[in-house]
Nanobody
């Protein structure tokens, strides 16, 4: 079992920045990839960004150049720096971890609201 606890969401004006954090605990030695997904009202959950153990990153086209994902393996923490936020970035953001063997865990989610 892996427990993921997110923090850093909130309300920000368009063009502003937020930094999300996600701390993992439990069976963290099995984590291969950590990342962020988001779900806006009435829409499906979608990948925002993820990062592997060797720091390979993957971003949704909609956030490339604006969001940066990073991880601190010593702290079992992943971060999402979000700049130049747009109203369409408004969503619940979920931290996720993928373990060896394919099992995935999710955090409880943190709300990000961007006002225009």
């Amino acid at each position: 079992q892996v427990l993921l606890v997110e923090s850093g969401g909130g309300l920000v004006q368009a063009g502003g920045s937020l930094r999300l954090s996600c701390a993992a605990s439990g069976l963290t030695s099995g984590i291969v990839t950590m990342g962020w997904h988001r779900q806006a009202p009435g829409k499906q959950r979608e990948l925002v960004a993820d990062i592997s153990l060797n720091d390979n990153t993957n971003y949704a086209d909609s956030v490339k150049g604006r969001f940066t994902i990073s991880r601190d393996n010593s702290k079992n923490t992943v971060y999402l720096q979000m700049n130049s936020l747009k109203s369409e970035d408004t969503a619940v953001y979920y931290c996720t971890s993928l373990l060896v063997g394919g099992r995935r865990f999710w955090g409880q989610g943190t709300q990000v609201t961007v006002s225009s």
